[in-house]
Structure formats: C-alpha cells, structure tokens
C-alpha cells in the first residue's frame, strides 16, 4: 500500500489543516509557497519558491498523486503546468470562475441562481452609468476590483453621487497598487438581514453532501464569528443553498470542496460570492461536523468515499484575529476546541480560531462571548453592507 | 508568545498522535528515535539516535520546554540526564515503579489496592516454591519477565507442574534473548470476567480527573478491541478505579496521563499493570471524548488547564494489526474515524486503529464488527488468562 502524496498549492493555514486532517487518513503532503515561514511547514515537506517558476513546479509535482491549492489566485499557466504532470482538484475552470467577479457572477446567473445587479466597470463613466440614477446597480453600491481580494481588500462602498469618483480613484490601481486590477466591478449593496454560506463537496464520480448552512458575521470585511448550524433555517432555505451549490459543481465538473456565501434578503437567498476552496465558514466542522471540511476535500480528490456531513455538536466558531490570547486562558472555558496557525501575529491578521461547542446554540453562544471577551474579538462591529 | 517546544523519548505512533494533537494548540515538538522511518518523523523534528547517547541527548534537551516520553523502558541514566535540562514528565519515580512488574505491583499493594498473588522468581526453585502445591501464587500462573515485555512478549502461562522447568527456561533468557531479564514475576492467573482500563491525568497542581472505564479484549497478548464507556459499570465500580489511579498518582507527584489494566473479577477490581503515559485503551477519546488523552497528557505536563473527560459519543475503538484495509474500503462504512501509523506492515505490528462511533454502544460494536470483518481481525480469539 502506497500512501498517497497531495501536493497543496499554498501552505497557509488551510493547507496546514489539510495535512492535520489526512496524516491520520496515511496521505503525506507537499506544499509549495514562496514563504519558509509558512504555517503548513510543520505538517509536510514544504518547497519554498513562487508559482510561477516552471522548473520548481516540474519539481514540486514529481511523484504527486493530485494537486490542489488553498487559494483562489492559482496563476491559470501555473494551473496548467501542473495538469500535465498530476490531476488537479478544484478543476481549472473552477479557479477561472472565481478568480474574476464578473464571470463568476454570470455564471451563477446563467443557472438561474439569483445574485445582486451587477456591472463590470473599466471607466469612471461606466461607474457612473452603473451607479448613477436609473442605472443598472443604482445606489448605494459596492465597488470592488474584479481579482484578487479578500478579508476586505479592494471594496469601496458608494452612498452618494459624490462618492463615485473617489472610489473610482481609490480601487483603480487594484489591490496590488500596480493597476492590475482586471477591472472593477460595482454591486447593488444589498440589506440583508445576514450573511449565510454553504460548504459543499462533490466526489470523484459526481456525488455530492453539503453541510448545514451557516451564519456568518464579519465586521471590517473579516469574518469573525461563524453559527452552525444557521438557526432559523426553512427545509426549504437549505435545499436551495444546496441545490444552487450542486448545479455550479456539476456545471464545473467540480471535484473537492466548494464554498459559498449567501445574502438572506427575507427568505431570498443572493449569490455574494464562492471560493473553490475549503473555507473560513467551514472551520467549525473540525469539531462539530460528522467529517470535516478538511477530510472531506481530500476524500473527494483522491477518490474515496465522502464522509457524513451532519451536524455533532452546535458550533460556534470564533475567529482570532491580529494576535491570539493566552492558550491557558482559552483552555480554561467549557466547550473550547483551539486551532492555532503558528503565524506571527499582525493587525488583521488571521491567527487561529475556537471552535466553541454547547449542548445548544444558546449555550455555545454563550460560551463563544467569553472567547470573544479573551480574544479582544468583537463579532457585532458594524458590517460594510449595512446602511 | 513563544512556542512550547515538547521533547519526546521515541517517535511512534503515541508520538505521532501527540503531535496532532497538540499542533493545533500552537505547540511544537521534537522526537528523539533510533528508527529514521519512526511514525512521528513527518509531525515535528526528528533526531535520530540512541537513548544512552549522552551527546546527542543534550542536544535534543536544547530548548526544551519539557520533556515526556512515549514508552516506559527509558533507561534510568537516560532520564536523569535529561531531567538536568528540562522538566521531565511523568516524573522519574513513575518510570521505576513501571519498568518492573515487582515494585509496580508492591506499589500498588501498599496502597490497599488489589493485585493478583504474586511472587519474584529468580531460579526454578523459586518458582517452584510460588507456583507448586501450597505455594503463594499457585497454579494456574503466568510466568513474565520483570522488565520490558509488551504485547504479550515475555509471558508464559503454566497450567501443570510439569511445565513450571519448561517456561522458566523459555523466559529466563529475557525478552531480548541477552538475558537481561531483571529476573522473572509469577502471577497467579485471574480468572476475570473481562479486562478494563482507566486512563487518568494528573496536572502539574494536582488536579486530577478521569475517563470512564472501558473494557478491553486482547488476542494472542495484543489489544483488539476497546469498548467506551465499558458497559454495565456501576458509579462504585468507576469510583474505586478513580481512587486506585488517584491515589497511585499522589504516591508518584505524578504529572501526565497514567493508565491501569485492571481484571474485573465478579465486581472487585485487581490491578494488571500500569503504563505512565497514554495508552492504547485512550485511543476512543480521539473522537469520542470531550478532550483526547493526547491533548491532556499535553496540558497536564505544560502546566495547562486539564480538559474535560467525558464520552462525547460512545465508541469502539478496532486495532489494525499487522496489516491495514485499503483506507476506502474503511471510509465508505459509517461512523467510522481511521488512525493510520505510517508504519510497515509485519506480522503482530500495531499499525492503526479505527474508532467506530454509534449512537449507543449496540450501534458503534455492530459497524466495529464491520471494520474488523474488513481488516481481518479476531477481536474474540483466546485470550491467554481464560482456562
């Protein structure tokens, strides 16, 4: 019996948490990440060196059973390159869907899966014709640059006609600074009434689970505190979660784990955005879930069967973010499951998380204040998609 | 915040499992194994050499913010060495009274707990004199080496005067055939109803707590199947198990998880042996108890807050012996959670472990027999201390 070798694009803490989750399962793991210090370095053989250098991934694919990746950003050469020598899970045209918010968003559209009004935007006068009175979007908007953010970056929110070229001029040089923004996009702002996601995998042979759905609360566009299950959740809520989630993988011949973050507007669910991915809002099943996130995505890579997906224990799951607090204190409190990513702690930062289990949602909330309360966390700031 | 760096005397799978437990909480750690394929090599640092090698032990000390060990047979120099660098865990007296069956179950006698009759043996006359008619222990007795058998290595039963001459030659040349024997141990042979365990912690101020009992079936001196929490275990029962590890770990200002196999003889608990670290019969709480003992053996000897003890969901723990199922084979069968030890094959070798869970235990034991169809094994072959 061979052990399988995955070889993980990324060795952040999701591939760290990757590696925890398969050495039990007899998977070893390579990561490749241009950063010695990087968190996964514990967990596996790490190479050190950028995506896009084509000897070292001649290198870091040799003797890989599959590859996969813990970030969206996958140069599509470096996608490729890698295609010829192992199969690569989430398929390729899954990181071409999400990579840009554009065709992301009409793809969703094309399933008949609602999102918000849209418009791609190259010039301060489309923005204008977008958000400007009897446009598409209207306002208040949210402008973002098409690529590369996250945790925040690259999003403005306009209020007032007055706002549109000041956004325009603060997102234009993209989140980099160099002006590779691909484009901007702006999106109707939306009041929901929260932000939900659903986490979903599908097999190698087209089956497919999906978690609970999950309420998120972010506060400085960070996710900080994540319920699940979601309470409040219709049948019918969570089958269109799903059956929105399935439609996109099967569209994609999607194989691994997917993520995607709702807007509940009264009962309507909004397609915000999806990550082809394990994601953030998936934590909590390390310690509350029938299978994790983590096993799950790695079952559905290398063939096996997928694990169960219902929910333990109620779970809420709080972010550390910045720095993290003294691991005697957190253990010290009922219900307490520490994840801790060896990254040197820095303002905004995502440091490690608690998954925070109770005999209810009552109880584990409770308990999750009091992580909070350690951690400096404040799960209730204001959200940017708020008026 | 610094990271705690852990220093561990071998580099097994007891290794291995303490390292995934405890990278998630942010420590690191350090193994010191004569093997360079030992099964924790991909979960921390690995230093390969000898346990008498007075250099490379200061070494592997260097930084240390404590060191524990992972089997019992530490050479005394070894741990002393080691204990002028670092705090040692569980402490040295711990390993002296389980490195020899006499002063281990002399311990245990001075503490009011039962044990099995027994006496040192140290020529056949001896033997003679304990296991003949009107002898102190009698027969039937098991015959064992004082000093380092495992795994039913270094133990034979003798039913008849006849074979008393035949085992005392096949053991007194000792588990490793050099004759370092420390002399042999009979034991008059228990006719229990079944074989139960308790594994306890101890934290570095004293605080104590337990697991529930659990019964345990062995085959041919291995262990094959844990049942958490044992059944039918009146609160008087899980009382005087508490008391006996308590008590034996105050004796020992013991820091750390202790286990005790304990015969269950119509209600009355005599104690088998003890091991100073975690154990085989704690492997349930992995995925069946609110904390593992590999999380709180680390707790307890970094002087952290002990985590709670108690079943999650009931669970039969199946060892994989020798060799292992092909891992989708196991993963497509429900409840269950597979530990594979990255270690190769060979006849009687511990090489994984599938914790089944159920929602009762009629549930979890019906899908372990499943695993245990599927693995081969017998978890109701002889065992050697019924007649």
Known sequence: VTAPLVGVLGGGQLGRMLALAGTPLGIRFRFLDPDPDAPA?????????????????????????????????????????????????????????????????????????????????????????????????????????????????????????????????????????????????????IPFERELSIVAVRGARGEFAAYPLVENVHAGGILRRTTAPAPNVAPALQRRAEDAARAVMERLNYVGVLAIELFDVGGELLVNEMAPRVHNSGHWTQDGAETSQFENHLRAILGWPLGPTGVRTPTVMVNLIGTWPDPRDVLALPGVRLHLYDKAPRPGRKVGHVNVLGRDLVEAAARASAVEALAGARACGPSPARA
């Open 41 to 189: 370095r514990q967990c596996g053989e790490l190479v050190v060196g950028r995506y896009d250098d084509s000897g070292l991934l001649a290198a870091f694919a040799d003797g890989l059973t599959v590859v996969t990746y813990e970030f969206e950003n996958v140069p599509a050469a470096t996608a490729r390159l890698l295609a010829d020598r192992a199969p690569v899970f989430p398929p390729q045209g899954a990181l071409a869907a999400s990579q840009d918010r554009v065709p992301e968003k009409e793809l969703f559209r094309s399933l008949g899966i609602p999102v918000p009004a849209f418009a791609g935007v190259e010039t301060l006068e489309d923005l204008r014709a977008a958000g400007g009175p009897g446009g598409p979007v209207g306002l208040p908007c949210v402008l973002k640059t098409r690529r590369l953010g996250y945790d925040g970056k690259g999003q403005a929110v306009v209020r007032t006609i007055d706002e549109l070229a000041p956004a325009f001029a603060s997102l234009s040089r993209g989140v980099t600074g160099d002006g590779s923004t691909g484009g901007l996009i702006a999106e109707r702002m």
